[in-house]
């Protein structure tokens, strides 16, 4: 089958590699109808060095399950499926508590002798525990919608849950990425009132509006702060969901914050230091969020999907075939596109 190898910085290549097969009685093969680039594999796009041993790339997709092990009960061949972003038995201790990302005999896509998700298959390990149904066939229109599910609307939706967003809150968002137009979309479905949205990207800050968002800050920094203070009579806002990754935006969200209030940062952070001094812990500032445990979400958001209350796919604003992804890399990395949906 073709796939998705990265070589080196800027070094995509599609190449044939081993069709996947079941290795163990708990595997499922599926074939990938879906798949995009996610901003997080910009990251290694732009600072991998050169490497004789390419790493197999993509976390998001879905598609139909072609084959089973002996022991995989809960999908069978023709089933449309979405994957969560890291595989997971959804048994262990952890994945019990809803945080299927420390699941014990879970792993990451790519690495380990794992398919990624960027290539036309794809073997699943603990198919049952990863894999989530999806009532539609293999050509429904809610396919690029249902995508999201394997990560970014998760991962939103774990800003604004861990910050509990509820009715009537003011929610700053700082980021207009998809994750952050994400975020618009969870914090509306959780009751906020009031969404701010910090991005400069006006196209991108349209579809936020779209989503929910009711202010737009295009202003960064000191500036940024000081106009999301306006907004809010000189507090800032008692939620704060950072959804970029890099410490600048995480020093705007303490600076955008209410005493007293919570920032959840989900943004894969790209720095060490985590600017959090006596000023703001005078202030009572509560920080969390971490990584998405989105096979504990899927079932949840499923459903406003499928009755079209939400329409998360509209951040895909690129279609690519598989052979054309190293131009969807080079166009996510330009901001050339938000995000780029790959078809096999």
């Known amino acids: 089958m073709r796939a998705t190898l990265l070589y080196a910085a800027d070094d995509v290549r599609v190449e044939d590699v081993a069709d996947p097969v079941i290795k163990n009685p708990t595997d499922a093969v599926v074939r990938i109808v879906l798949s995009c680039i996610c901003g997080s594999d910009l990251w290694p796009y732009k600072s991998l060095p050169p490497t004789d041993t390419p790493r197999h790339m993509g976390h998001e997709f879905l ?70 149904r999806l009532p539609v066939g293999a050509d429904s229109e809610l396919l690029p919608d249902l995508l999201t599910l394997s990560d970014i609307l998760c991962t939103g939706y774990h800003a604004a849950r861990t910050a509990r967003v509820e009715p009537g809150d003011t929610v700053t968002v700082v980021g207009d990425g998809a994750v952050g137009l994400a975020a618009v979309i969870s914090a509306r479905l959780l009751g906020a009132e009031r969404i701010i949205l910090m991005g400069r990207h006006q196209v991108r800050t349209d579809l936020g509006r779209d989503f929910g968002a009711t202010d737009v800050v295009a202003e960064r920094g000191e500036q940024g702060i000081a ?118």
Not at 89 to 118: F, I, K, P
Not at 122 to 128: E, F, G, L, M, S
Not at 267 to 274: E, L, N, S, T, W
Not at 301 to 308: F, K, R, T, V
Request: proline share 5%; aromatic share 6%.
């Open 227 to 344: 106009r999301v203070r306006e907004l809010t009579g000189g507090e800032g806002t008692r939620k704060v969901l950072e959804c970029v990754g890099l410490k600048d935006a995480l020093v705007q969200s303490f600076g955008v914050v209410r005493a007293g209030g919570t920032i959840s940062r989900v943004g894969a952070p790209q720095f060490g230091d985590v600017p959090f001094g006596f000023g703001d812990f005078m202030r009572n500032i509560t920080l969390t969020g971490g990584v998405a445990p989105a096979r504990a979400y899927i079932e949840e958001l499923l459903p406003y999907i499928l009755d079209g209350a939400i329409r998360p796919g509209r951040v895909f604003d690129r279609t690519l075939a598989l052979a054309d992804i190293a131009d969807g890399y080079r166009a996510m990395n330009d901001r050339e596109a938000l995000k780029v949906l790959v078809r096999p």
């Open 63 to 132: 598609g139909v399950v072609e084959e089973t092990g002996a022991d995989v009960r809960g999908v069978k061949p023709g089933d449309v499926v979405v994957a969560p972003f890291v595989y997971s038995d959804n048994t262990c201790a952890y994945c019990r508590e809803g945080l299927q990302t420390s699941c014990v005999h879970g792993g990451q896509w790519g690495v380990g002798g794992v398919d990624g998700g960027q290539g036309q298959a794809a073997r699943v390990p603990h198919a049952d525990g990863t894999l989530v």
